[in-house]
């Protein structure tokens, strides 16, 4: 893109004093960035032409005058293409700085990004989850590492992460450290906040990721089958975490509670309905939505069985997120279940496996799920081939006995199939 770099000098007039003399400034705009300051100099408004930005006439006064608006623009000049070869992000602010002996300290990409973190570390619990912030640790220890490793320094001034930068560091995550499309691009949203935060202060003089696109792969999320459910439901342990981890999971599979949902659930969230059902209604601790299951008969038997060890009211023992996963691994091999369970499988098996496939209608899965919207249910709720086989045996039932069935009404199709038939026999 072609740069735009203009120098401007103009009076004020509203200043003049009473000889008669006018404060002249000089306007930088580069790339719509634009800085404005005093020359410290006075002119004769007589000799001053606001249209050319330059005094008029062969006086003492103007040649002087001029001379010096002309050493300006060299001197302007000359830090402006100094700063373009530093950087590709130059502004008007850091070119009028540099005239005026301005050392403003330059703001750094892991500064600002240390600053942002802090600020989010006090809001957990608040407006975040302690995941979320997680996430945003991470992600700055790896821009820490791509710095170190990739650029050979400690960190970068904000004004020279450019788009070269965003494709780079998106590359390492990719390449260094092997991660899938959809990992990578959640850490380089987060890194994508910081960048526009900078740009949006005027830190930067353009965005780094404005010709980045960040690219999300649907992919089919992965659920347990009926078989595979039964296997676990079945499971008997011979170790107590493994039965603890294994009691929690099959919770959460038919109540889709995800895994900070289910951890900070106590007997507060336990709602006796005026039926005699049981129910369990609390907000999601992700998103803060409402969430409201009831419960049937295996989550019943599961509370029961911790109600007599629970500690500080909370319902179910439920482990470190690291650990939970860890015996959910060793379970599914102990098994033979090749799929990669995880906390959050149990809610996919919940939406799919244990409601969709059994006819519950996916408005109602939502609202259980705690969804905001339909779309989002959707995805976990994908049709199995059981659902789609039920489906077509209403229709056929349906159908059955009209025109368009070949056991009903008269049309040549059903004694095409017929004489077919014969034929072949």
């Not at 710095?147 to 070269?164: A, M, T």
């Not at 003089?205 to 404005?210: E, G, I, N, Q």
Request: hydrophobic share 40%; with cysteine.
């Amino acid at each position: 893109m072609k740069s735009t770099f203009r120098i401007l000098f103009y009076a004020k007039w509203e200043a003049s004093d009473e000889a008669k003399m006018l404060p002249i400034y000089v306007r930088i705009t580069i790339n719509g960035t634009k800085a404005r300051f005093s020359l410290k100099i006075r002119v004769s408004e007589k000799i001053w032409d606001a249209k050319s930005g330059r005094a008029i006439g062969h006086s003492h006064e103007a040649l002087q005058a001029n001379r010096y608006l002309d050493s300006v623009v060299t001197r302007i000049n000359t830090i402006y293409y100094r700063l373009c070869e530093q950087s590709e992000a130059v502004t008007a602010q850091m070119v009028r700085d540099e005239f005026l002996g301005v050392k403003a300290p330059s703001k750094t990409l892991l500064s600002v990004f240390a600053e942002f973190n802090d600020r989010q570390e006090n809001l957990i619990g608040v407006d975040i989850t302690q995941s979320t912030f997680n996430k945003f640790d991470l992600t700055f220890r790896r821009l820490e590492e791509f710095l170190r490793v990739k650029r050979n320094r400690p960190d970068i001034p904000v004004s020279l992460v450019d788009r070269d930068f965003v494709l780079d560091f998106e590359a390492y995550l990719k390449v260094d450290y092997h991660l899938q499309a959809n990992s990578a691009e959640k850490l380089m949203r987060i890194f994508k906040r910081i960048t526009t935060m900078c740009f949006k202060s005027g830190l930067m003089a353009k965005d780094p990721f404005c010709d980045v696109r960040l690219k999300k792969v649907k992919k089919d999320r992965g659920y347990l089958t009926r078989h595979e459910l039964e296997l676990i439901l079945n499971y008997k342990p011979t170790k107590k975490r493994l039965e603890k981890a294994r009691d929690v999971f099959v919770f959460c599979c038919f109540t889709g509670f995800d895994y900070s949902t289910t951890a900070s659930l106590t007997e507060q969230n336990l709602v006796l309905a005026d039926d005699g059902s049981m129910w369990i209604e609390t907000h999601r601790i992700k998103t803060g939505v409402a969430s409201k299951v009831k419960l049937l008969d295996i989550p019943l038997s599961i509370l029961k069985k911790y109600e007599p060890t629970r500690i500080n009211g909370y319902l179910l023992p439920v482990l470190s997120n690291a650990k939970y996963n860890l015996y959910l691994k060793e379970i599914a091999t102990a098994l033979g279940i090749q799929k990669r369970v995880t906390s959050h499988l149990a809610r996919h098996t919940f939406a799919t496996t244990v409601t969709y496939a059994n006819g519950v209608s996916i408005e109602s899965i939502s609202k259980m799920l705690g969804h905001t919207k339909l779309a989002t249910t959707q995805i976990y709720a994908r049709i199995v081939d059981q659902t789609v086989s039920r489906e077509m045996d209403k229709l056929s039932a349906a159908l059955s006995g009209t025109s368009f069935s070949l056991n009903g009404g008269e049309n040549d199709l059903g004694e095409a199939v017929a004489s077919t038939e014969e034929t072949a026999n």
